[in-house]
């Protein structure tokens, strides 16, 4: 992990203000924002909160909600930051390779230790046991994702990208759908009865999620989870030839293809279903697509219409968007706004108590994250 911090006198390399602005978004609801129905509920009474609140929250299985959306969004962004300056460099000499291999495995052990640590910043902590440490972990997937991703992009043209993408998907939905699992039949998409569940049993190192057949950071279900940071790379590219074919034609077209990934997901939906813990081909198209049409919108209201101020808070979390993150586990955020703001808050009605303590929790954060972009540190991996 490296902290930058960038003086003032010295010429800066302008950051993509939609990227971050996204990828705060995108981490905004895990700092606290899905609460905020909740809260209005409570508040107003109105009904149509439930309505929002139900998509705060994972599917039970098949299906998808908007809290689906949010890490493999994650797993998006690290392709689009990728292809916005996409480099071969299986012509350089090894020495010059080496510097990047290294970078790519630091990078790779770094975040699934980040991971390991994040699963574990309540109660205990880490165990010593070896074999009772969940391995998997958001950072996890994100970090094999990215590295995959890399070694593709770094050594393979875009024909051979297309065709490893179209691939895994295809492969992957044979694999599920058509092939027995030793024991078990072909086309099980239960948690104890799929293939994921059995290669978790096989080939997952310590334990799973609440110890689950299936762990959604799984071994088998990493690989289509290649494909989201594959799409997010094409998109990039598409970004940085913007000045090419005109920024607004770009956006239109992130935006239009983003509309007929989401259609040929739900097409697929019917034989192979929409579900994030098996990561299926089809819920890999539904968020690619969600993702690209997202990223229309932020790069048309960010970077096209010069919407940086409005979206500022966006942009100073997704600035720092690993630090935050690890920080939503490790640090009581609750106790320190209550810590602060506790007295704002009880001078209330009680109605408006959850809603200022949502803001609080929010406040405290930003606050942080505003400290930290103005003297321009970023904490990346």
């Keep these: 992990m490296t902290t930058t911090q960038h003086n003032t006198d010295k010429p800066v390399r302008k950051r993509l203000a939609s990227l971050d602005a996204l990828r705060g978004m995108d981490m905004f609801w895990i700092l606290g924002g899905q609460s905020i129905f909740a809260a209005l509920f409570i508040l107003t009474g109105w009904t149509g909160w439930k309505v929002f609140e139900a998509h705060t929250l ?114 992957y939905w044979i694999l599920m759908c058509f092939i027995p699992v030793p024991g078990g039949t072909a086309g099980d998409l239960s948690a104890a009865g799929s293939w994921n569940a059995w290669f978790d049993t096989h080939f997952l190192p310590g334990i799973s999620y609440q110890n689950r057949p299936v762990d959604p950071e799984g071994v088998l279900s990493s690989l289509p989870a290649i494909v989201n940071a594959l799409i997010g790379v094409f998109a990039g590219q598409l970004i940085a030839r913007a000045n090419q074919i005109g920024e607004w034609k770009t956006a239109g077209v992130l935006f239009a293809a983003g509309v007929v990934s989401v259609c040929l997901g739900w097409l697929w939906d019917l034989h192979f279903p929409v579900n994030k813990e098996l990561w299926t081909s089809s819920f890999v198209l539904v968020t690619v697509g969600w993702s690209a049409i997202l990223l229309a919108i932020f790069y048309a209201l960010v970077d096209l219409l010069n919407g940086q101020k409005l979206a500022y808070p966006f942009v100073i979390i997704g600035a720092n968007s690993i630090i935050i993150y690890l920080a939503s586990s490790l640090v009581n955020w609750t106790f320190i706004s209550k810590s602060v703001f506790g007295g704002f808050i009880n001078a209330v009605p009680p109605s408006w108590q959850p809603v200022m303590a949502v803001i609080a929790l929010l406040l405290v954060q930003i606050l942080l994250l505003h400290w930290m972009y103005k003297r321009k540190i970023f904490v990346s991996v």
């Design 58 to 171: 994972h599917s039970a299985w098949h299906g998808f909600t908007f809290y689906d959306l949010i890490f493999p969004l994650f797993i998006f962004l690290s392709g689009v930051a990728m292809g916005l300056a996409p480099k071969r460099i299986d012509h350089l000499p090894w020495l010059e390779r080496k510097v990047y291999y290294r970078k790519a495995i630091k990078r790779l052990f770094l975040l699934c230790a980040l991971g390991v640590m994040y699963n574990h910043g309540w109660g205990t902590g880490i165990p010593l046991a070896f074999d009772e440490i969940r391995y998997s972990s958001v950072l996890g997937r994100i970090a094999i994702a990215w590295f995959f991703c890399a070694m593709l992009v770094w050594h393979t043209s875009l024909r051979t990208q297309i065709i490893t993408a179209i691939s895994l998907l295809i492969g």
